[in-house]
């Protein structure tokens, strides 16, 4: 190398040092809120919506012939933003209701006895005939594990399932929760009561549990339960 490169050289180090020096560490493209990327799955989305507003969520999704089991969850959405000047209530029902103008089938309602819990429901599932989820145990009196609780379930003829079978990729294949107690006790409650008002929410994941049912009469709801939130 000659002295005219090598003088080059060194001061294109000495340089690259100093503009080094004045980048801090943590600015990456991750850490940089306003570079995230615009879209995110609505399972995720979910996750960061509950822990804006302390909230928890249940999600009811609907599939036919041909469609993948959990592509409603899977479905890419538009990140929302927290409004501002109104309540934190009102700052949730404002984004789920802006959720609900992309995609397509989206409702959501309040749970009767806990607020913090939100249904989100797949349209299509709204009426339907021997719908799981709509079907009112007249009386239980059960602890034990959350399959167990689904055998209860069954006995009174409701057909739920834990659902075992997942496509490749699908998000929920990796938190299962097959262990949690449950003490459940109550009246002429509907199934989305029995399986979501009787879990300690404290330290478990945002999203509780999601139901997939086939569209018509009388399919089983297969039912997955996501289990002590991540760290």
């Given amino acids: 190398m000659t002295p005219t490169n090598t003088t080059l050289a060194f001061a294109l180090c000495i340089a690259l040092v100093l503009i080094m020096e004045t980048v801090p560490i943590n600015s990456g493209y991750a850490q940089d809120a306003s570079r995230q990327p615009a879209s995110i799955s609505l399972l995720n989305h979910l996750h960061q919506l509950a822990e804006d507003h302390d909230c928890y969520f249940t999600i009811e999704t609907a599939y036919t012939e041909g469609e993948s089991m959990n592509a409603f969850t899977s479905q890419l959405i538009k990140r929302t933003d927290k409004p501002s000047g109104v309540s934190n209530s009102e700052q949730l029902r404002l984004r789920l209701t802006q959720i609900c103008s992309t995609i397509n089938n989206f409702a959501f309602f309040t749970n009767t006895s806990n607020p913090r819990i939100i249904h989100l429901v797949d349209k299509r599932l709204v ?39 997942f496509g490749i990729g699908d998000p929920l294949h990796f938190a299962i929760d097959t262990t949690t107690v449950l003490n459940v006790k109550g009246t002429n409650l509907p199934v989305r009561d029995v399986i979501s008002n009787f879990i300690d929410l404290q330290g478990y994941s945002r999203v509780v549990w999601v139901a997939t049912t086939k569209i018509g009469h009388n399919e089983p709801s297969q039912i997955t339960f996501r289990g002590p939130r991540r760290k």
Avoid: C, H, W
């Avoid at 079907?135 to 659902?163: A, C, H, W, Y």
């Fill in 127 to 165: 009426g339907q005939a021997g719908y799981a989820m709509d079907m009112v145990v007249t009386n239980i009196s059960f602890v034990g594990k959350i399959p167990d609780l689904f055998e209860r379930i069954n006995s009174f003829g409701i057909p739920v399932s834990q659902q075992m079978s």
